[in-house]
C-alpha cells in the first residue's frame, strides 16, 4: 500500500471513529466494516480500534474537562460510580477481549456484525419511547450500575457503547442530560484500560517496524480526525438525547444491518 493511500484512509477510518463513537451506532462496528470494504487494517484490528479511540478520547476530555475536575471533588460520588461501572467492561475486555476481536475477523463475521446493528436498532427505538414518558431523576447507584453492565456488552462490534449506556440509564429512570454526560464519562476509564492492554502487546511486536515511518504516520492523521469528529459529535448528541430522539438512527441501523446481510449473502465481502 502506498503512502498517500496509507494517510487518506487513516485520516477517513478516524473521521468515522470519531462521529460514530458518541452517536448511537457503533464505532467498533463502522471500523470493523469499513477496514473489510477498503481492505486495509493498520496491524490488526484491536490495535487500530484502539489507537483512533484515543483520539475521541481526547476529544470527550476536552468538552467535559470541567466535570472531570469535579469528580476529584468531595464527596466524591460521581467518582465512586464510575469507577463501580467501569468494572464490568474491564473484566470482560481483559478475559475476552482477543475472542471477541477473533469473532468478528472469522468466517460468518458479516452476519454477526448485522445482527448487533439489529439489536442497538430495537434497543434505540424503545429508549425513544421510554424517555418521552417519564421526566427522569437524579443520577444514582440504581442508574449507574445496569451502564456499566451495558457498556460490558457493547464490546462487541455492532452494539453502540453511547447508545447502550444511555439506554440502560434512560430504562431505569435517569434524568435523559445526566445520562448523556455520565455514560461519556465512562468511555474515559474504558478506552484507557484498552489503550493499557493493547500497549503491551504493541511493545512486544511493534506494528511500525514493517511499514517503516508512514504506518505511525498514518495512525497519528487518524487520531486527529477522530478527535475533531468527536468533538462535533458530542455537541450533537447532547442536543439530540435532549430531545430524546433517536428514531432516525435506528432507522439508520436497520438498513446498515440488512446491508451487512446481503453483503454477506452475495459473497461481496469475505
Not at 438512527?249 to 449473502?265: E, K, V
Amino acid at each position: 500500500m502506498g503512502g498517500f493511500e496509507l494517510i487518506w484512509k487513516s485520516i477517513l477510518l478516524g473521521t468515522v471513529q470519531g462521529l460514530t463513537e458518541f452517536l448511537p451506532v457503533s464505532s467498533s462496528g463502522h471500523l470493523t466494516l469499513l477496514q473489510k470494504l477498503l481492505h486495509f487494517d493498520l496491524g490488526g484490528g484491536m490495535f487500530v480500534n484502539v489507537m483512533l479511540h484515543l483520539g475521541t478520547l481526547i476529544a470527550v476530555m476536552f468538552v467535559f474537562r470541567k466535570d472531570i475536575i469535579a469528580l476529584f471533588k468531595k464527596p466524591f460520588k460521581t467518582l465512586g460510580m464510575l469507577v463501580v461501572a467501569t468494572v464490568p467492561a474491564g473484566i470482560v475486555g481483559l478475559l475476552f477481549h482477543e475472542k471477541i476481536d477473533s469473532l468478528f475477523s472469522g468466517k460468518g463475521w458479516l452476519l454477526d456484525l448485522a445482527v448487533c446493528f439489529a439489536v442497538t436498532a430495537g434497543l434505540l427505538l424503545i429508549t425513544e419511547i421510554a424517555a418521552k414518558k417519564r421526566e427522569g431523576s437524579e443520577l444514582s447507584w440504581r442508574h449507574t450500575v445496569p451502564m456499566g453492565l451495558m457498556q460490558a456488552v457493547a464490546l462487541f462490534p455492532g452494539i453502540s457503547r453511547s447508545g447502550s449506556t444511555i439506554a440502560a440509564g434512560t430504562f431505569m429512570g435517569a434524568k435523559k442530560e445526566d445520562v448523556a454526560r455520565f455514560s461519556f464519562l465512562l468511555s474515559i476509564p474504558v478506552i484507557l484500560g484498552s489503550v493499557l492492554v493493547e500497549g503491551v502487546g504493541i511493545a512486544k511486536e511493534p506494528p511500525f517496524i514493517e511499514s517503516g515511518g508512514m504506518l505511525f504516520l498514518g495512525v497519528l492523521l487518524g487520531v486527529v480526525a477522530a478527535a475533531i469528529s468527536g468533538f462535533f459529535a458530542i455537541k450533537v448528541m447532547m442536543n439530540l438525547i435532549a430531545k430524546a430522539n433517536y428514531k432516525w438512527f435506528s432507522l439508520y441501523l436497520i438498513l446498515l444491518s440488512m446491508t451487512c446481510f446481503w453483503l454477506s449473502a452475495l459473497g461481496v465481502i469475505a
